[in-house]
């Protein structure tokens, strides 16, 4: 399955964004799908992970319940919707898909997406 992530952009702080994250070649739906960050010299950080099912969510403690990850209705897409954007949440998102919700090991994500470039002004 190939992936992209979209929606990111330059937004004030507490501001908020939505990415979507879009498949080809496959779809999401047969998929957990997770939401990491990355900052230049720092390991990549696990955002959010919405389970197969649809059913389960999970968050990373910095989240804080600003961030809401969900599936499209053509269950093909997976969004974040992120409120109350801090510039600590400056990163660029990537999506990645994989058999379970591994938000503390990325590397263990099967399919990764490029990322999209948030930046959140003070």
């Known amino acids: 399955v190939q992936l992209q992530a979209s929606g990111g952009g330059l937004v004030q702080a507490g501001g908020s964004l939505r990415l979507s994250c879009e498949a080809s070649?496959?779809?999401?739906?047969?998929?957990?799908v997770g939401w990491f960050r990355q900052v230049p010299g720092a390991d990549r950080e696990g955002v959010s992970c919405i389970a197969i099912s649809g059913t389960n969510t999970y968050y990373g403690d910095f989240v804080k319940g600003r961030f809401a990850i969900s599936r499209g209705h053509d269950g093909n897409t997976v969004h974040l919707l992120m409120h109350s954007l801090e510039p600590e949440d400056t990163a660029t998102y990537y999506c990645a898909a994989g058999v379970f919700c591994l938000l503390r090991d990325p590397n263990g994500m099967n399919y990764w997406g490029k990322g999209t470039l948030v930046t959140v002004s003070s």
């Open positions: 070649e496959g779809t999401l739906a047969d998929y957990a």
